[in-house]
């Protein structure tokens, strides 16, 4: 019996250690890149609903930033769920919002400097509360 659990034992060990299959790593690395899009979708969430909860005057670019910064900071999967957020956001308020092409712009500036690790304080407005 004994000889059984050790064969079975060093059966396990060797298994863990061996090599995986590319697909595997394929698939390991799909998961996380869909678990950073998600994780980097809910930071965009949440600037969004603290922008709208602040409701501060110039506060925007802020929250285009900081939601881009967190989302980007997850990995891979938080900058590209970030970018196609943005994007999709900035084409809708183009066209149906009416603010503008150079708020849209600006909008961008702001939206790309938070995802390549810009510190979006650069667009704190004076007077927005520290809990923001």
């Not at 600037?47 to 005057?57: G, L, S």
């Not at 943005?86 to 084409?91: I, P, Q, T």
Request: glycine share 10%.
């Amino acid at each position: 019996m004994r000889l059984w659990a050790c064969i079975a034992l060093l059966s396990v060990v060797l298994c863990v250690s061996a090599d995986r299959p590319r697909i595997v790593d394929k698939i390991v690395e799909a998961g996380k890149f869909g678990r950073e899009a998600a994780e980097g979708a809910w930071d965009m969430l949440r600037a969004y609903q603290d922008m709208r909860e602040a409701n501060h005057k110039g506060a925007d670019k802020y929250f285009h930033a900081r939601g881009n910064y967190d989302a980007a900071r997850r990995g891979p999967g938080g900058a590209w769920a970030a970018r196609v957020i943005s994007d999709a956001r900035e084409r809708w308020q183009s066209s149906v919002s009416g603010r503008g092409a150079e708020d849209t712009l600006q909008d961008q500036r702001a939206n790309r400097w938070g995802r390549r690790g810009g510190d979006p304080n650069r667009y704190r407005p004076k007077g927005l509360p520290s809990k923001y």
